[in-house]
């Protein structure tokens, strides 16, 4: 399956259950206009809507076309004011609520909104090219998109202050040590490392997933004693799945292959 949206391109991987996502628009270094962040959603529910026919999506990585993430807000649109309105920022909000794992493969500049968008995946894998950064301060602004409250996180509020204060660009090889990404790769084994962990997760129960990313974005609204007690509810009716039996057989039988149907 292959669709091309204005400012996004979408493919569908059906043997391994893989959807990718690409931002498509090289020139200006994927920079996000009002149209790149409207066809990232449309695009996300393009691949998404594959489950109403039957075919079973497991994951969607996301990356950028020319060598370049996502370099951050189309600031020759700002001319119109900066984008403040939630029909603006929904991309942002959309990947965090998708109810599919999303991976950030990101390769050359990760900037504001571009490290916005990558932070709102559930994980980030970068070349060692890559170059991240909140540059907004040189604007006279702050990421507007919870750019200092993701990183405040990921890593800590002292790493937050520096990058967004600072509006330098740190290197993979940085983001990797604070654990803004997931982890940093040679440039010739990011696609082959984003491809086995995509995959990997595709074989996974979807449902389970998709709870799992639940409950980790809620440990991050909640506290403790909350966030367990969200988790007893939402494990109990995952025991009466399908796919808890197969997984259940599958570690009774040592040659017994599971498969998972998110049922």
Known sequence: MHEEFETTTVE????????YLTLNRPDALNALSAQLRGDIVAGLRTLNDLNDDGIVMRTVVIEGEGGNFCAGADITEFEEGPPTTEVDRSH?????????????????????????????????????????????????????????QFISRLANPSVAKEIAMTGEHIPASRA????????????????????????????????????????????????????????????????????????????????????FTGR
């Open 12 to 19: 569908f991987d059906e043997e391994t259950g893989v959807g």
């Open 176 to 259: 990797d040590e604070e654990g803004i990404v997931n982890a940093a790769y040679d440039e010739d084994e990011l696609d082959d490392a984003v491809d086995e962990f995509a995959e990997t997760l595709a074989s996974k129960p979807p449902l389970a997933l998709q709870t799992i990313k639940q409950s980790a974005n809620m440990a991050t609204q909640t506290g403790l004693r909350e966030g367990r007690e969200y988790d007893r509810k939402v494990f109990e009716p995952l025991l009466a799945t399908e796919d808890h039996k197969e997984g259940a057989r599958a570690f009774a039988e040592d040659d017994y292959e599971p498969e």
């Open 92 to 148: 942002y909000q959309f990947i965090i609520d998708y109810p599919l794992p999303v991976i950030a493969k990101i390769r050359g500049y990760c900037l504001g909104g571009g490290l916005e968008t990558a932070m709102s995946c559930d994980f980030r894998f970068a070349g060692e090219d890559a170059r991240l950064g909140l540059p907004e301060v040189d604007l006279g602004i702050i990421p507007g998109a919870g750019g200092v």
